[in-house]
């Protein structure tokens, strides 16, 4: 489950002034995925208010009317999933006289089983309502939903469906991990971007666990590898590539650990990277450790929980604080955040921990425990 700040989903309607009749992109009877819908009206000259009339052919208890001084309106609520809606709207001068009405536009919101309250309900649970942070949150199973637990958004029907580590970016597209490979696209489902299935003389079998979007435009993927007389697909690789395929950077954790044989893997399960410092952390969950590693210089510059390496090339700390731990990213403050599943016969949580300095240990400075 992934939380993102606030952001709209929506889906724009319009028309060009000389258009005579609702234009729906891509047509003027359109299907959607989502419930939350911008619909934009075309300047009229000499219109000081816009009244939009959205009428609901299965339920006429939902309609919806609004009068705005622009020519928009967003609707935020009241649009449902299984239904077809019919929208037109009028213009009125600054007299109040009506000087324009518009023809009818028609839209479909389809039904899906994320969305169906007699197959599939959330329930959240809030505190204070003042207090929790605004936004979204994205499940695995291919939904959007917001903090009264209602589903705004799934995939289209015959487009992906459950797939991992579900994510917004900043262009209001949405990245996720689906059979093997990384996916960018539109909240349509169209595809715009997809992994290379090879990256610097390795063939990439698996993308699993993390796959994000950075700031600069670039991908960061964590992939299972094979390279020429090493079929082991035990262990994986972390790398930023752009949209052509062309790798920035790329770790291959094999490369690192001390065991020179009889090593089952690691469980590579997450990754965060710090663009500004050119600092990337991974978990490992099988050796309970989380490593920062300098990929300028393509170096681990500490470890926790695990010594790769004796201590005049590596910093290592032993901890014994989480175990089996996933999601390990890093806040403003530059504080660890992590899942921490923990060892068998204690109670998971999650941990805010400093990184360490020196000789100074990580220490936990927050910390939540699953008693449920």
């Given at each position: 489950m992934r939380h993102v700040y606030l952001f709209l989903l929506y889906f724009l309607l319009w028309s060009s002034e000389a258009m005579a009749q609702i234009a729906i992109l891509p047509g003027g009877c359109d299907t959607l995925n989502y419930t939350q819908v911008l619909f934009e009206m075309p300047y009229q000259p000499g219109a000081t208010v816009y009244e939009i009339i959205i009428t609901s052919k299965d339920n006429p208890a939902g309609n919806i009317s609004a009068k705005t001084g622009k020519h928009y309106f967003i609707a935020t609520s009241g649009l449902h999933f299984n239904n077809t809606y019919h929208w037109q709207y009028n213009c009125?001068?600054?007299?109040?006289?009506?000087?324009y009405t518009s023809p009818t536009g028609t839209l479909h919101i389809q039904g899906t089983w994320q969305a169906d309250s007699n197959r599939y309900r959330n329930r959240i649970i809030v505190n204070d309502s003042l207090k929790i942070t605004p936004g979204y949150i994205l499940l695995d199973n291919g939904s959007i939903m917001n903090r009264e637990g209602e589903v705004l958004w799934t995939f289209p029907k015959g487009k992906f469906g459950t797939v991992r580590d579900l994510e917004f970016t900043k262009e209001g597209t949405l990245t996720f991990l689906w059979d093997g490979h990384c996916y960018e696209t539109d909240l349509r489902g169209n595809i715009l971007w997809r992994s290379p299935d090879s990256a610097l003389g390795y063939?990439?079998?698996?993308?699993h666990h993390e796959f994000t979007k950075l700031d600069n435009g670039n991908y960061l993927c964590m992939a299972r590898r094979i390279i020429p007389g090493d079929n082991s697909t035990v262990f994986s690789i972390v790398f930023e590539t752009d949209k052509h395929g062309n790798t920035q950077w790329l770790w291959d954790e094999k490369q690192y650990y001390s065991h020179e044989t009889n090593f089952a893997g690691s469980h590579l399960n997450a990754a965060y990277y710090d663009a500004k410092e050119k600092r990337?952390?991974?978990?490992?969950?099988d050796l309970n450790s989380i490593a920062r590693i300098n990929t300028h210089k393509a170096m681990i510059e500490y470890s926790l929980g695990y010594d790769y390496h004796n201590s005049s090339i590596t910093t290592y700390y032993p901890q014994d604080e989480f175990g089996r731990q996933h999601a390990v990213s890093m806040l403003d403050n530059s504080d660890?955040?992590?899942?921490?599943?923990?060892?068998?016969?204690?109670?998971s949580s999650v941990i805010i921990m400093s990184q360490p300095m020196g000789k100074i240990a990580p220490e936990v400075k927050w910390e939540y425990i699953f008693h449920f």
């Open positions: 009125y001068d600054g007299k109040g006289t009506k000087i063939k990439l079998t698996d993308y990337l952390y991974v978990s490992n969950r660890l955040l992590l899942f921490n599943n923990n060892y068998p016969g204690k109670t």
